[in-house]
C-alpha cells in the first residue's frame, strides 16, 4: 500500500501583505513546484503575526496545529521544511514540537535551516556574491537578525566564506547579535568605503527592515551610518524574493525526499 506523503513548511511569519506574497510565498511557491505531488501545508511560529493576521482574517495554524492537522487527514510521511535561516533557539523549538508529534506518523523528516551546515553557508555566500558584485568605493552590509543562541556563529561563517574570496567589502552584521554596527563602521572606514548598501540577511523585509535598517529613527543602521558620514542606501526586499535562494530551499526539499 502507498504510503501517504505530505509537505509542512515552516516560517517565523511576517505581517506586511507583499512580504507573505512574494518572500514567503515566494519559497513556498518553488517547494511546491518541485514537488507537486505532495499535499501542502503552512506554518508560522509568531504567535503574535498569527494574532494581527488574524484580526485581518487571514487564519495561518501554529506549527502544533499543522501536524495535528496532517494526523487527522491521515499523513503518514510528512517532510517538514523550515524557511528559518540558521539553527537558533525558534528552530530548537520547531525540533522539540515535531519530536513531540513524531509517534503520531509513520515518519517524519525535518530539514535543517538554510544555513545548517558549511556547504550551505558556501552556497549562500555564492548566490549573495553574485548578486552584489564589487564597486569601487562601495561596502555592502548585509545584516542578519542576531541571536544569543551558539547558532548566531553562522554570522561569522558566512563572513569567512566572503574573507576567504576576497570579498573584503561584504561585511556581515546583525541587529541584535554579534557582530554589531559598531564592529563593521571601522572597517569600512580602512577600506575608504564611501557609500554603504544596506541589505537584509533575512528571508523577509518585515518591522526589522524598515525600523531597524531603514528606519528615520537615530538609532537605525541607515541614520548612524549617515551621521558617521556615509552614503546610505537600503535594499527593502527579503532573501526569499530571490530565485537563486529559492532553490536552496529547494535543495532541502530534495535532500528530504533522498533520505
Avoid: C
Avoid at 152 to 174: I, M
Amino acid at each position: 500500500m502507498e504510503v501517504k506523503e505530505a509537505l509542512l513548511a515552516v516560517s517565523f511569519g511576517t505581517v506586511p501583505e507583499r512580504a507573505r506574497r512574494e518572500e514567503i510565498g515566494g519559497v513556498e511557491g518553488a517547494l511546491r513546484r518541485r514537488a507537486p505531488h505532495l499535499p501542502f501545508a503552512r506554518a508560522y511560529t509568531s504567535p503574535t503575526i498569527r494574532r494581527i493576521l488574524a484580526k485581518r482574517g487571514t487564519v495561518i495554524p501554529s506549527l502544533e496545529e499543522a501536524l495535528e492537522g496532517q494526523r487527522a487527514v491521515g499523513a503518514e510521511r510528512l517532510y517538514v521544511l523550515p524557511t528559518h535561516l540558521l539553527p537558533g533557539y525558534e528552530y530548537d523549538a520547531i525540533a522539540r514540537t515535531v519530536e513531540a508529534f513524531r509517534p503520531g506518523f509513520r515518519e517524519v523528516r525535518l530539514a535543517p535551516p538554510l544555513m545548517g551546515d558549511t556547504q550551505a553557508v558556501r552556497a549562500l555566500a555564492g548566490v549573495l556574491m553574485e548578486r552584489w558584485p564589487r564597486t569601487p568605493g562601495r561596502g555592502i552590509a548585509l545584516v542578519g537578525h542576531g541571536t544569543a543562541h551558539l547558532g548566531n556563529l553562522v554570522y561569522p561563517a558566512l563572513q569567512g566564506v566572503f574573507d576567504l574570496a576576497g570579498r573584503e567589502d561584504v561585511l556581515v552584521g546583525t541587529i541584535e547579535g554579534w557582530p554589531g554596527l559598531e564592529e563593521l563602521l571601522p572597517v569600512f572606514r580602512r577600506q575608504g568605503i564611501h557609500q554603504v548598501t544596506l541589505v537584509p540577511l533575512l528571508l523577509t523585509a518585515g518591522t526589522h527592515v524598515r525600523e531597524d535598517l531603514a528606519g528615520l529613527q537615530p538609532e537605525s543602521w541607515k541614520s548612524r551610518l549617515k551621521a558617521a558620514g556615509f552614503r546610505v542606501d537600503v535594499v527593502l526586499e527579503g532573501l526569499g524574493r530571490m530565485p537563486q535562494v529559492q532553490e536552496l530551499y529547494v535543495r532541502r526539499l530534495e535532500q528530504l525526499l533522498e533520505r
